[in-house]
Nanobody, 122 residues
């Protein structure tokens, strides 16, 4: 399973970005998908996740109300819409996939993409 994230870039505080993650797997629909982020010198943290059957979602407290995760099973793609971006959202964002339950820890996801940089400036 290969994952490729895109859509990162430089944005001013208060702005928006939409990340995409394309998955090269015909059984994409049965995978839970997650977005994580890692700032320099920090651990990789959970941002948002979406289930495969009921499309249930879960968000880190720091992004609730600002970020929205969604998926399009017909396109094998998961999205992360990021609004009202803050300086502290600056990080490399990773998408991840797993055939298990929707988890919030990196070790719960078997497949990872290479990440895309998001930089929020003042």
């Amino acid at each position: 399973v290969q994952l490729q994230a895109s859509g990162g870039g430089l944005v001013q505080a208060g702005g928006s970005l939409r990340l995409s993650c394309a998955v090269s797997e015909s059984t994409f629909s049965i995978y839970v998908m997650g977005w994580f982020r890692q700032a320099p010198g920090k651990e990789r943290d959970f941002v948002a996740g979406i289930g495969w059957s009921d499309y249930s979602t879960h968000y880190a407290d720091s992004v609730k109300g600002r970020f929205t995760i969604s998926r399009d099973n017909a396109k094998n793609t998961v999205y992360l819409q990021m609004n009202s971006l803050k300086l502290e959202d600056t990080a490399v964002y990773y998408c991840a996939a797993d055939a298990g339950r929707l988890g919030i820890y990196p070790w719960e996801y078997k497949y990872w993409g290479p990440g895309t940089q998001v930089t929020v400036s003042s």
